[in-house]
Nanobody, 121 residues
Framework: QVRLVESGGGLVQSGDSLRLSCTAS????????MAWFRQVPGKEREFVAD????????SYSDAAKGRFTISRDNTKNTAFLQLDNLKPEDTAMYYC??????????????WGQGTQVTVSS
């Protein structure tokens, strides 16, 4: 069973940066496609970014393009989401997810518990 543990969330001001981390265990990390999603109470969970097994491919939501960067370190079993120029509308619970497949229709069977990001204006 894959276990994902996120960290790095917090309360910041508009324009600040945060770096979220997601450490995986239970399976060879290079077998996993990693992704980040976020959710605001009362709204559906939305895709933020994903990254392929080796890190050569990645994709972003329109809201994330230009401000967020996904990366991974396969030697540390960890994926990252760098959040720059944060805005109040980025306030959400951020979830790490993992799958064995990569692509726009990928289903993610493995999820972390989430880390809260709050951006004040």
């Amino acid at each position: 069973q894959v276990r994902l543990v996120e960290s790095g969330g917090g309360l910041v001001q508009s324009g600040d940066s945060l770096r979220l981390s997601c450490t995986a265990s239970g399976r060879t990390f290079q077998d996993l496609v990693m992704a980040w999603f976020r959710q605001v109470p009362g709204k559906e969970r939305e895709f933020v970014a994903d990254i392929s097994w080796s890190g050569q491919r990645s994709s972003y939501s329109d809201a994330a393009k230009g401000r967020f960067t996904i990366s991974r370190d396969n030697t540390k079993n960890t994926a990252f989401l760098q959040l720059d120029n944060l805005k109040p509308e980025d306030t959400a619970m951020y979830y790490c997810a993992a799958s064995l497949d990569y692509g726009p229709a990928t289903m993610y069977p493995y999820w972390g518990q989430g880390t809260q990001v709050t951006v004040s204006s």
